[in-house]
């Protein structure tokens, strides 16, 4: 069965520092993946995500950026951190269906 | 792109009864609609999906139902429970060459009073 991990599971840092979140997915190949992140509990907006090795989409312009330099891992990143990067940073795939699976979560506090 | 609202953002309700969370999209060409259950602090769940060949499908205590000329679906919960109380998600798959891509409604966070 898929299953997919994200790390670290918490994660307090300060304004100005770098950012880097891990995604995997176990049990299956060639998975779209997607990040979202939710704000004070509610709300789920799209960041990123990618259809393949390399490919990468954009929803919405900030200063994070992704990657995905192997088939089932994904990751998201910052060269600094504002304090309204704070939030729930999940990790979704899919497979080819439209289905998609969340992950557990990066919860992030910018301070 | 696809837009989707939720209604109501809060639901209160008491055990037993039964409680409904609407959702209207607008792409057309969407055909699949998932809905997730988020309890506080953990990842959101897929509980049920439909698609648009179907207009109702059942899952023990829920429901979803599709409208396609309307362009809206809901979820039914009956004979709510304590446990059932969490934020529920709807979704839409939506067009544009990528349908992929889910849009989310903003949630409705619903409590069954014991």
């Known amino acids: 069965s898929q299953t997919i991990h994200q790390w670290p599971a918490t994660l307090v840092q300060p304004v100005g520092s770098p950012l880097s979140l891990e995604c995997t997915v176990e049990?299956?190949?060639?998975?779209?993946l997607y990040w979202y992140r939710q704000a004070a509990g509610r709300g789920l907006q799209l960041l990123f995500y990618?259809?393949?090795?390399?490919?990468i989409s954009s929803e919405v312009p900030q200063n994070l950026s992704a990657s995905r330099p192997q088939d089932r891992q994904f990751i998201l990143s910052s060269k600094k951190l504002l304090l309204s990067d704070s939030g729930f940073y999940l990790c979704?795939?899919?497979?080819?269906?439209?289905?998609?699976?969340f992950g557990p979560g990066t919860r992030l506090l910018v301070l | 792109g696809e837009n989707v609202e939720q209604h109501p953002s809060t639901l209160s309700v008491q055990e037993g009864d039964s409680a409904v969370i609407k959702c209207t999209y607008s792409d057309s060409a969407s055909n699949y609609f998932p809905w997730y259950k988020q309890e506080l602090g953990k990842r959101p769940q897929l509980i049920i999906d439909i698609r648009s060949n179907v207009g109702e499908k059942k899952d023990q205590r829920i429901a979803v139902t599709l409208n396609k000329t309307a362009k809206h679906f809901s979820l039914h919960i009956t004979e709510t429970q304590p446990e059932d109380s969490a934020v529920y998600f709807c979704?839409?798959?939506?067009?544009?060459?990528?349908?992929?891509?889910?849009?989310f409604g903003k949630g409705t966070l619903l409590t069954v009073n014991p």
């Open positions: 990618s259809v393949g090795i390399g490919q």
């Open positions: 049990g299956t190949s060639n998975p779209n």
């Open positions: 979704a839409a798959n939506g067009s544009g060459g990528s349908n992929y891509k889910l849009t």
């Open positions: 979704a795939w899919s497979g080819r269906g439209e289905t998609q699976y």
